[in-house]
């Protein structure tokens, strides 16, 4: 079965930092856009950011547009995550998906494109 294997969550107070992970078990990513979501309890499912094949980045949400950096480093098969100035808003399970269709690129809305190869997710906690 081929998905995602996310790491990289834990517990960090406001104002701290955490660097996610996604690393894909039976593929590569070398030609894959990569998405990371977040749920938050009780909240729909949102995206965060996605890098495209050619590292071109696009953004999701504007919480996380001058919090977040979204990157990728082929050699090492795994896409990152660094979260900055983290804010108890930000507590929630993180994932990364590639998109079902048009699997190089990022779309514009995550919402009207399919995702596939969703991993088990890492718990992020941000509180005092």
């Known amino acids: 079965q081929i998905q995602f294997v996310e790491s990289g969550g834990g517990l960090v107070q406001p104002g701290g930092s955490l660097k996610l992970s996604c690393a894909p078990s039976?593929?590569?990513?070398?030609?894959?856009?990569i998405a990371w979501f977040r749920q938050a309890p009780g909240k729909e499912r949102e995206g965060v950011a996605c890098?495209?094949?050619?590292?071109?980045?696009?953004v999701f949400t504007t919480s996380a547009r001058d919090r977040f950096t979204i990157s990728r480093d082929n050699a090492k098969n795994t896409v990152y995550l660094q979260m900055n100035n983290l804010k108890p808003e930000d507590t929630a399970d993180y994932y990364c998906?590639?998109?079902?269709?048009?699997?190089?690129?990022?779309?514009?809305?995550?919402?009207?494109?399919?995702?596939?190869?969703w991993g088990q997710g890492t718990q992020v906690s941000v509180s005092s």
């Open positions: 998906a590639t998109p079902n269709v048009a699997p190089m690129l990022c779309p514009g809305d995550p919402l009207l494109t399919p995702w596939e190869s």
């Open positions: 039976g593929f590569t990513l070398d030609f894959k856009a």
């Open positions: 890098i495209a094949y050619n590292d071109a980045v696009t």
